[in-house]
């Protein structure tokens, strides 16, 4: 009698545990767990930025792709698709964009470069362009960017991608936010001899 006892004590010991655990809420797991990747949550705009600038200087297509929203569309500049039509710009989608950033990860690994040295991404704020203050499901925020992926063409230490992007971002049922549009134009004024990222990547797709 007291093993029955003792059993069906543990049973209900068991089943109160699991009830916490299940229906706790918890954060969203990160998309690369024990990368080593710097992430925070994006609850605002520009976070997502700033988890875009550590993904891919990471380079996690994991993480890169937790920037984008299911929908997401990339839409290069108008001059740069009539000046390098020999390169598909055309339906940028979500799928595109991850294979198109995974052929540049595995790309610049063969540099033979420190893994420090691969990758980097400055995401510059515009004074003129200021992020909305408190966005409700969707904000346009602006960035000048300059990029740099090593031993890829148009986009070497030496000649950086330049541009400014408008990212359209969209906010989920849980807060989160993600781009749903990246639009990439030339520099403010524009330099012939820099590319920009849309460039650099439509000949790495």
């Known amino acids: 009698m007291r093993k029955r006892f003792v059993f069906v004590q543990s049973i209900l010991a068991l089943s109160v545990l699991l009830s916490c655990s299940f229906f ?71 799928e595109v964009e991850q294979n198109t950033m995974m052929n540049l990860y595995y790309a610049v690994q063969d540099s033979l470069l420190p893994d420090d040295s691969l990758i980097s991404v400055t995401m510059n704020t515009i004074s003129s362009l200021p992020d909305p203050v408190a966005p409700v ?5 602006y960035r000048d960017y300059e990029i740099i992926a090593a031993g890829i063409e148009y986009c070497g230490w030496d000649k950086p991608a330049k541009g400014r992007v408008m990212f359209i971002m969209v906010e989920d049922d849980y807060g989160l936010w993600s781009m749903k549009r990246w639009y990439d134009n030339r520099s403010f004024p524009h330099i012939p001899e820099f590319s920009t990222w849309g460039v650099v990547k439509a000949a790495v797709r």
């Open 137 to 141: 499901d969707s904000a346009v925020i």
């Open 24 to 94: 706790e809420p918890r954060d969203p797991a990160d998309p690369d767990p024990g990368g080593g990747i710097p992430w925070q949550q994006p609850y605002a705009p520009a976070t997502v930025v700033i988890n875009l600038e550590n993904a891919m200087e990471g380079r996690s297509i994991a993480m890169t792709m937790a920037c984008c929203d299911s929908s997401y569309m990339f839409i290069a500049d108008g001059t740069d698709i009539a000046e390098f039509s020999a390169l598909n710009f055309s339906d940028w989608d979500y």
